[in-house]
């Protein structure tokens, strides 16, 4: 499998915008050692606990089995017996421990957390007057104050100052942020530190229930709850439970008055036939699906608040992306050089890279590194004196010695400034720069002057660059039947040439939240999910109103407590990579579903002729032991100890969820059907023989 | 013509006459389900019966009124036949013991017709005709009527409402019904079955003796039984009867007639979503696909099994002919008996206790797939879009998607009305026949030992819980604990499952349904198809295989 075709393994930042992340649980994400499996023991022997076993009726008509099983064998004891018991009791241990291995992982994320929430004081200002008072003991509405140096005592916003913040504590990402007053990077979190200046924080959780304490408990899965889907899933699970019930059950009087004596088969043989018949494989490896999924979500830094968010990721029939940082790199970047009439590609370049010498924005920097590409490099003239950028004068530029002068900047500026110079302002420039606008692009006019006169050199075009390899993956997503709507403030034109170059589906222009609302809403009328990025407070009533809402960790309070999870890496790309995972989690249960109840085929055959095959009228079902098993016991040993194999095996497919692949829906099912469908169905066939060559070689049941 | 060639040829013929008529029956039905206009009859039915046929019902108003009036009917049906003797048209007849008659009352109000009396020597002309003929045809307009509550369940967005049952029910009576039945009589008459109102009359035979001859409305009977899928014969020998069935050619038709609705509603299923943009003519297809792809396997086992049927006593006489007329031979006998089994008819030409075990078993299995091949008039269908709709959620999660079918997601709610469905009629019969075996004065009624009297009474019990109604000989089942223990078989299997698909109904009917994108789980196409008959045959298959190994296999294989 290529990179190409999967959507899963991609990584935030492939596409070279952001660094990726340092995942934080890198070593939890490791494979599955045999140390990390032991060390669940004590926890899976715990959950035999009847009471928390209830939970999931598979697993409890199992626990029930071996109960009576266990009778069973104190009363009559065997070599077959003990085995069979011993089986059964693996199956249900095995369980609870791929249950047990699922939540370590959480465990130890969350043991990491907890390093951060030690216990701090906090600065707090009562009438302008600090106060040193344990953070323990801050309300909401205090304000605090917090230097260079200081670990934020709890989750509030900046009311005042501009400080760095070192938020590596909770998002794993060492880079400093920046965290000011007002606007939408004004949210702090407690247990995080000031690396310089001073900001006043108004609190904003009670302690104990910060975004940390809520971030620990997630991961720890301790309110997990089941969610819809799960819901479902264990209905269904438990209702082919009480038929095969019913049918084990039934099969006492059959086979009382088939063997002529009225003796049936044993409790044993019948709770091993049950066991072997029920969903266990599926049953057990539940829970493990449910919170391996979300631990998926953990390692790449995204925090659902609710599994029941993760399953609507999976199920997103629409896309609302962001323009800004999401569909393109943010800030714009020279594309062409356009030299007027008489100038040379060269010249221009050479002004431009003069006017942008000292120009620290990523725009400058483009320009300096398209222009360089025309001139070759070019050292700094000495002496000059840079023109900064003012939002009067709208450009800037470089006084260069000798009177000459650059500039760089709106059409309308520089031609006020060519024209005050003594210059004449070339039309045939408006035209390039009318031309590049209606593309949606940004015209920047470069000049120069000596003092006597001056001339129009040429154009800049500057656009906004779509991220490379978006296109493919808007293909992927359609492919997969999901929708994706751009969202920008630019009007339509502008939005129009983006959508058509990054490939999205649709666009919504001059955007407002309002409109964005709204958006949001006439989807979710037509019956379709909808999934969306946001960080600004006005973005808070869309995030709630979507059915997944991923708010950035760089964005408000109000933003991260609307959306039901929140990106540690404020990446928003990666809402594509959060409706993989959801996609995942349901085809991972969907898989070992389907081949759960395709290994009951095999195990019917290995265990019916045992049961009956001896009795005499019936000894023609011997030819239905097509796997040619040693013995009775041997063929019945086989199926039980098959059964609870298999659920070790599954165990990593239930962790790391199954492959996948984006494609349309009828591909993606013949696949699966062909893989986990006839695989169940011929698995256990091989499974079962090849434990019974090692099983008949045990005294006592060959 | 080899016996070969003349079956498969039936065959052929059979699948081009019901190809003839899928397209105009089909869509006459969607006409009939979705038309805002009543006729006059109909309008006079509603005046005196005091329905108000333009409102429409919600899901528990419409499902009250299906269990009111089935209620009804059986209460009516057991009255006329304890009071029969004092009525016209007795012909002699006395009351039936009252455990015969509740067996008799719920066999026809569930679209069941089983039979533990003798049609000609226990029910009076009038019974036959206000009673049980009269319930052929209302029991078959529930099924039919409940069936289309589904649909709209599928079809409609966010509604509290499945349509008006009494409209439902008085529609297809009038207009589907009685129609075709009238014709199929007229066609049933030309082809020789008795149609008259006269009792046992004497007549001399060749030989010089005499003997005395049945008579009665047949034809009018015989059409409803098979239309209705009811089953129930005039006579005991059913269709082996030669006034019921006298040739090739009646038989045929007879086969056709079963066959007819429950195969043309798929059509109408696929018009009324392709008129409502809910689906598309494929998704009717893609059911009916489901249906033939099964009927079609099982037929050629059951015609298999016995014309190359083995055995000391086949070997020794030549042919499977054992219980089997000769008119029709085995491939005509296979054909009725799949076709009987395979849909909720249960009429007989053929004796299905002296199938090869293995034929016989392939008939048993008909049913305990719950009757969907094509399954009962109405029954069929909705038994069908149920599995559709457990293979949606068994495979649907393989794409990535919370399942969905045609829009609608199942949901907890939804897959625990589905698994309830699905799971009723197994529980009936597996624990009516573990009861049966348990039990030694219910043992003492089987005809036979060892594996061939244990699939008796699964057949039996089978038969009863899945509204087949017919019998695998062999058995006595005219006793105090089967005609009690069956008749609870047919009530519950009939009755309960009806409650879940309404319920099921209006839960999908108050959905608003999600956009079809690709995405969505295709549910028309023949990987779907594949889908829907591997759940509907492993599910099946995985409760059943213990019982049908005690039974029809162990004698197979010996």
Redesign the interface.
């Known amino acids: 499998m290529s990179d190409t075709d999967t959507l899963t393994p991609a990584p935030s930042g492939t596409d070279g915008s952001a660094a990726p992340a340092p995942s934080r649980a890198d070593a939890a994400a490791g494979r599955l050692t045999a140390r990390a499996v032991l060390a669940q023991v004590p926890a899976a022997l715990r959950k035999l606990d009847p009471r928390s076993m209830a939970a999931q009726p598979v697993m409890f008509v199992v626990l029930v089995g071996c109960v009576l099983t266990t009778v069973y064998c104190v009363v009559e004891p065997s070599v077959f017996a003990v085995v069979v018991t011993l089986w059964l009791w693996a199956t249900v241990i095995f369980s609870n421990l791929a249950e047990a291995i699922a939540e370590g992982r959480g465990k130890a994320q969350a043991d990491t957390l907890r390093q951060a929430r030690r216990e701090t004081t906090a600065r707090r200002l009562e009438g302008g007057v600090e106060n040193v008072v344990p953070a323990t003991r801050l309300g909401v509405g205090d304000l605090v104050v917090c230097e260079a140096g200081d670990v934020i005592p709890g989750d509030g916003d900046v009311v005042e100052g501009v400080a760095s913040v070192d938020e590596s504590a909770v998002t794993g990402e060492s880079a400093p942020v920046i965290r000011e007053s007002g606007g939408d990077r004004s949210s702090v979190t407690g247990g995080t530190t000031v690396l310089s200046d001073r900001i006043v924080v108004r609190i904003t959780a009670e302690p104990g229930a910060t975004f940390l304490d809520r971030m620990i408990a997630l991961v720890e899965g301790a309110d997990r709850q089941k969610t819809p889907n799960e819901i479902a899933l264990g209905a269904l699970l438990a209702s082919l439970t009480l038929c095969f019930l019913l049918a084990v059950v039934t099969l006492s009087p059959f086979a009382a008055y088939a063997s002529g004596d009225g003796s049936g088969p044993s409790v044993l043989i019948l709770v091993a036939l049950l066991v072997c018949l029920i969903p266990t494989t599926i049953g057990a490896l539940l829970p493990a699906i449910g919170i391996a999924g979300m631990d998926r979500l953990v390692r790449r830094n995204v925090l659902a608040m609710s599994g029941r968010a993760v399953e609507a990721a999976g199920n997103v029939d629409t896309l609302l992306l962001d323009k800004t940082g999401t569909i393109t790199l943010g800030n714009r970047q020279a594309h062409a050089l356009l030299p007027a009439a008489g100038v040379t590609a060269r010249e221009l370049a050479a002004a431009a890279l003069a006017a942008s010498a000292a120009d620290e924005t990523p725009e400058g920097r483009s320009i300096v590194v398209l222009c360089e590409r025309e001139t070759g490099p070019v050292p700094p003239a000495r002496e000059a004196t840079a023109v900064p950028f003012s939002a009067e004068s709208r450009m800037s530029g470089m006084d260069l010695p000798g009177g000459r002068g650059v500039r760089k900047g709106a059409a309308s500026a520089v031609r006020r400034w060519v024209e005050e110079s003594g210059g004449t302002y070339d039309a045939a420039v408006t035209e390039v720069v009318e031309a590049i606008a209606a593309e949606g692009g940004t015209p920047l006019v470069v000049a120069e002057g000596d003092g006597s006169t001056a001339r129009v050199l040429g154009v800049v075009h500057l656009k906004d660059v779509v991220k490379p390899g978006l296109r493919d993956r808007f293909a992927r997503l359609r492919a997969m039947g999901i929708r994706t709507v751009m969202v920008t403030g630019d009007n339509p034109r502008t939005a129009g040439a983006i959508a058509a170059e990054a490939g999205v589906d649709d666009f919504l222009a001059e955007a407002t939240p309002q409109d964005k609302l709204a958006l949001i809403r006439r989807e979710q009328e037509g019956g379709r999910l909808v999934a969306m990025t946001g960080d600004g407070t006005n973005d808070a009533p869309a995030l709630a109103q979507a059915d997944v809402g991923v708010a950035m960790n760089t964005g408000t309070t109000a933003a991260k407590e609307a959306g039901n999870m929140v990106d540690l890496d404020s990446d928003p790309t990666k809402l594509i990579d959060i409706v993989a995972i959801g996609k995942q989690l349901l085809i991972t249960r969907g898989a070992l579903t389907t081949f759960s109840v395709a290994n009951d085929v095999a195990k019917y055959f290995a265990i019916i002729p045992a049961l009956f095959a001896g009795m005499a009228g019936y000894e023609g079902l011997g030819a239905l032991n097509i796997m040619g098993l040693a013995s009775p016991e041997s063929a019945i040993v086989s199926a039980v100890v098959f059964n609870a194999l298999v659920i070790v095996a599954l165990i990593p497919l239930a962790l790391r969820g199954v492959r996948y692949r984006a494609g349309d829906a009828a591909t993606m099912l013949r696949r699966n059907l062909l893989i986990y469908g006839l695989g169940g169905l011929i698995t256990p066939f091989v499974g079962i023989k090849l434990i019974d060559v090692v099983v008949s070689l045990i005294p006592g049941l060959a | 013509m080899s016996d070969t060639l003349a079956g498969l040829l039936q065959i052929a013929l059979l699948f081009c006459l019901l190809a003839a008529v899928y397209v105009p029956l089909g869509d006459h039905m969607a006409r009939v389900y979705s038309s805002t206009r009543h006729l006059a009859a109909e309008r006079l039915v509603y005046r005196l019966c005091g329905v108000q046929a333009d409102t429409e019902q919600r899901p528990g108003a419409y499902l009250r009124g299906v269990l009111a009036f089935s209620l009804l009917s059986i209460l009516l049906v057991y009255l006329l036949q304890r009071v029969q003797q004092w009525l016209p048209l007795s012909i002699g007849m006395g009351p039936v013991d009252p455990d015969q008659a509740w067996n008799t009352a719920v066999s026809f109000a569930a679209n069941t017709n089983w039979q533990s009396y003798s049609g000609e020597a226990a029910m009076s002309h009038l019974t036959q005709m206000a009673g049980l003929a009269v319930q052929n045809f209302l029991s078959a307009a529930v099924g039919m009527s409940v069936a289309m509550a589904l649909v709209r369940g599928l079809i409609r967005r966010r509604s509290d409402t499945l349509g008006n049952f009494w409209v439902d029910l008085v529609r297809t009576v009038v207009r589907v019904l009685l129609p075709l039945s009238f014709a199929g009589a007229l066609v049933l008459v030309a082809g020789g079955v008795v149609q008259n109102l006269s009792g046992l009359t004497e007549q001399a035979t060749l030989g010089g003796g005499t003997q005395l001859v049945p008579g009665g409305p047949v034809a009018s009977q015989e059409v409803i039984k098979e239309l209705g899928t009811n089953g129930g014969g005039f006579f005991n020998a059913n269709s082996a009867h030669p006034f019921e069935n006298p040739s090739a050619w009646t038989n045929l038709f007879e086969i056709f007639l079963i066959l007819l609705i429950p195969v043309s509603l798929t059509r109408t299923y696929g018009t009324l979503l392709a008129r409502s943009g809910a689906g598309s003519h494929r998704h009717g297809l893609a059911i009916l696909g489901a249906m033939a792809t099964l009927f079609c396997v099982s037929l050629a086992a059951t015609t298999a099994a016995e014309v190359h049927g083995g055995g000391a006593a086949t070997q020794a006489a030549g042919a499977a002919m054992e219980g089997k007329e000769v008119r029709f031979g085995e491939w005509a006998s296979a054909l009725f008996a799949t076709a009987t089994t395979g849909t909720s008819t249960g009429a007989v030409n053929s004796f299905h206790d002296s199938f090869t075990p293995l034929g016989g078993g392939m008939v048993l299995f008909n049913m305990l797939l719950g009757e969907v091949t094509p399954g009962g008039v109405g029954s069929g269908l909705y038994g069908m879009l149920v599995l559709a709709m457990l293979a949606v ?10 399942p969905e079918y045609l ?1 609608k997601r ?3 709610r ?3 009305l589905i ?2 469905f ?2 009723t009629t ?2 009936l019969v ?2 009516g ?3 049966a ?2 039990l030694p004065q219910a ?1 003492a009624s089987m005809g036979d030992p ?2 061939h009297g ?1 699939t008796e009474v699964l057949y039996a019990f089978a038969s009863g819980a899945n509204n087949n109604g017919s019998a695998f000989a062999g058995l006595g089942a005219d006793t105090f604990f089967y005609n009690t223990a069956i008749g609870l078989a047919m009530l519950f299997g009939r009755f309960l499952p009806i409650v879940f698909a309404l319920t099921l109904a209006g839960a999908l009917a108050a959905q ?4 079809v ?6 549910t028309h ?1 023949p ?1 779907f198809v594949t ?1 829907v008959v ?1 759940t509907t045959v ?2 099946t ?7 049908l ?2 039974g029809p ?6």
Do not use: D
């Not at chain 2, 296999?553 to 010996?558: K, P, R």
């Open positions: 959620f068994l495979g649907g999660l393989m794409i990535g998607r919370t829009g199942i949901g907890a939804e897959i625990k698994a309830l699905v799971l197994p529980a597996l624990v026949t573990g009861i075996m348990a043992r060892g594996a244990f608003q349904p999600a956009p994108t690709a995405g969505t789980l295709p196409r990987l889908m591997a492993i599910v298959g995985l409760t059943f295989f213990p019982a190994a005690l296999i162990a004698e197979g294989l010996l």
